[in-house]
């Protein structure tokens, strides 16, 4: 060990005997940056508490306060210097003792100069190593402090650690909290683009292994950011610490990024939740439809469904049962329809069906069909789905206005005599039960 290392060094002499402790702080005042002295265990521990030196020699019989007894003081300070433990040869039933206290290094009484150099190079190689993993640690909380991600690592089973230092998590986790029923109380997939919503799967460590490396978008349960449901993009890692294999859940709040994704998705005629054209595409594809029909002279129907008490089911359910819903029934409405009708959600809980070449006879058999595929289906929420139906076929020189102005006052009937029936402009209403 070099002098330079030795130098950077501060120590503290605890010995009752005077000719041993001056004659080794002379030898040890040039080698290492400062040198406390004390005569016994009680000065020394004032001392300790006073100065924090990087390492401590010790005898063990001393007056007042032994060694040991000094050392346990420290200890139950939560100091942690570097232990010299100097002892006779008839005091090693004191050893397991001192083990106990975590003491670094024994040596042997006299003094020898070259055991204590030896000593002190170990200890200033072992008090380098502390200095670096604590400013390694220190650099390491730092930066973490600063993330704007959250990083939870786990065994597959539990919770081993969780860093979020933005709060962009609703509920924090906890360590030792078991990691499945965490993640499915607060998070699921969510429903987007008429994908269905689903939850995440019960053997999580098989789940975090079958898919390390891969990326998810999660939805926080019942959370929303400025009017918007809050979006999670979840990272799946392996990594291995202390040679065991972790998993690495790194969240990153995609919020922003989701609303923006949604905005551009209606932008391009698309409802961004059931992926069916939205009230921009429908009036597009409206006009479209009228101007083919006045110059062809072919028919155009118009249908409009409306879910009934679909409120009741978001009070009752929750709104992301309810999206769930509205992405169930567009697919129901999708295998009912023709492939050259185009469904739009219109807004809400309603939709249009755009029927080209057709009148209001076949206008009137495909409402009745939606109710009737509607009214069975298994939408998983315990209780069955119906809705009111609004037909109209398109008049000549009517404006797109007061076609849809015509068939919603025809939607407003049947959901006022009843609900769970399809009303026409010009015919009464009649139930879903009853078509074939």
Request: hydrophobic share 35%; aromatic share 6%.
């Amino acid at each position: 060990m070099t002098q330079h290392c030795l130098r950077g060094l501060s120590v503290l002499l605890v010995e009752d005997d005077s000719t041993a402790r001056k004659s080794l702080a002379l030898a040890l005042e040039p080698k290492v940056s400062r040198i406390f002295l004390a005569d016994n265990g009680d000065s020394g521990f004032t001392l300790y508490l006073s100065v924090k030196p990087d390492i401590i020699i010790t005898d063990i019989r001393m007056p007042r306060m032994d060694g040991l007894a000094m050392v346990r003081a420290i200890r139950d300070q939560g100091g942690d210097p570097f232990i010299i433990i100097a002892s006779g040869a008839d005091e090693k039933q004191s050893f397991l003792e001192a083990i106990e206290l975590g003491v670094n290094l024994f040596i042997t009484k006299p003094y020898n100069a070259e055991d204590i150099l030896t000593g002190l190079g170990r200890a200033s190689s072992e008090i380098a190593k502390r200095r670096h993993d604590t400013y390694r640690r220190a650099l390491s909380d730092g930066l973490l402090a600063h993330v704007p991600n959250c990083h939870l690592l786990s065994d597959g089973a539990a919770i081993l650690y969780f860093n979020d230092p933005q709060s962009i998590l609703h509920t924090p986790g906890q360590e030792g909290q078991e990691l499945g029923p965490y993640l499915r109380e607060h998070f699921t997939f969510p429903v987007r683009q008429g994908k269905e919503q689903s939850s995440l799967q019960q053997n999580m460590d098989s789940w975090l292994s079958q898919h390390s490396g891969s990326e998810f978008i999660l939805a926080g349960k019942g959370e929303s950011k400025n009017g918007h449901p809050v979006r999670y993009l979840l990272r799946l890692d392996r990594v291995r610490i202390h040679g065991q294999e972790r998993h690495l859940l790194t969240f990153t709040d995609i919020s922003l990024i989701e609303s923006e994704r949604e905005r551009f998705y209606q932008l391009a005629g698309r409802d961004y939740l059931t992926g069916v054209g939205n009230r921009q595409a429908f009036e597009t594809e409206l006009a479209r439809e009228i101007e083919r029909t006045k110059r062809y002279g072919s028919d155009l129907s118009l249908v409009m469904l409306d879910i009934d008490d679909f409120k009741s089911v978001n009070d009752t359910f929750g709104h992301q049962t309810g999206d769930a819903v509205l992405v169930a029934l567009a697919r129901c409405m999708a295998a009912e329809v023709r492939v050259t009708d185009i469904i739009c959600r219109f807004g809400g809980e309603e939709f249009m069906v755009i029927m080209p070449q057709t009148d209001l006879t076949g206008a009137l058999s495909c409402a009745g069909k939606l109710g009737q595929s509607i009214a069975g289906h298994d939408f998983g929420i315990g209780r069955r789905i119906t809705v009111s139906l609004g037909v109209a076929q398109y008049q000549p020189g009517e404006s797109s206005q007061t076609l849809v102005r015509r068939i919603d006052t025809a939607l407003y009937e049947a959901k006022g005599t009843g609900k769970n029936r399809v009303v026409t402009a010009l015919d009464a209403p009649f139930s879903c039960a009853d078509k074939d």
